[in-house]
């Protein structure tokens, strides 16, 4: 469905944009619950190191995870946005729904295999492979969450070409991408960050 708000006249070809907050956020939850229930198994296996020591390790890797996660490619993310250049009005602007399946299908067996590593990881050191997964989505979480506090300080959303996404629906800020696209805070259905967009409750 093409949703024309408050996005302005341009020149060229008409594109299919995705919003790069969406892309960015798609794999979050579907990591964190992996990531979840992956350590909520392994704290069942006692493992090789033990439990105590296999949290712990999980935590630590949990923290690192996101954080190495979250600041990656921020650099590409903000020279991209910077360039950005305004969304023509017949381009088209792509679902957040749709993003986000096209992510989750594209990833799907990455995400499967994984899940299934995190958990055989609890016979060695339990918990750890768990807590690693629901750091890396985590990590995307406030990476996302920085994008839509750069999006509401420059009163804009981005948008990136589709076709210059992976075939599994991935990296926003990939060597392929060239610009990135903006349009106005009100654009689109889904809000700075990439979450679902709230509408006015009615009364």
């Not at 899940?115 to 918990?127: D, I, K, L, R, T």
Request: proline share 2%; aromatic share 6%.
């Amino acid at each position: 469905m093409r949703r024309e708000t408050d996005v302005a006249r341009g020149e060229g070809r008409a594109q299919g944009l995705a919003r790069v907050a969406v892309v960015v956020r798609a794999g979050a939850a579907p990591l964190w619950w992996a990531g979840v229930f992956a350590a909520g198994v392994g704290v069942l296996v006692p493992g090789i190191t033990g439990r105590r020591i296999g949290v712990m390790a999980g935590a630590a890797l949990f923290i690192v995870a996101a954080a190495v996660v979250s600041c990656a490619r921020r650099r590409r993310y903000a020279a991209l946005a910077r360039a950005a250049a305004r969304a023509g009005r017949h381009d088209v602007l792509q679902d957040r729904a749709v993003s986000v399946r096209n992510w989750r299908r594209g990833h799907r067996w990455w995400l499967l295999l994984a899940f299934a590593a995190a958990v055989g990881s609890a016979f060695a050191v339990p918990a750890a492979g768990g807590m690693l997964l629901a750091g890396c989505g985590t990590g995307l979480r406030l990476k996302a969450a920085w994008l839509g506090r750069r999006e509401r300080a420059d009163d804009v959303l981005l948008w990136v070409r589709v076709d210059w996404l992976t075939a599994n629906g991935g990296r926003p800020a990939g060597k392929a991408v060239k610009a990135y696209r903006s349009t106005g805070i009100a654009a689109g259905d889904a809000a700075p960050g990439g979450a679902r967009r709230r509408t006015a409750a009615l009364v």
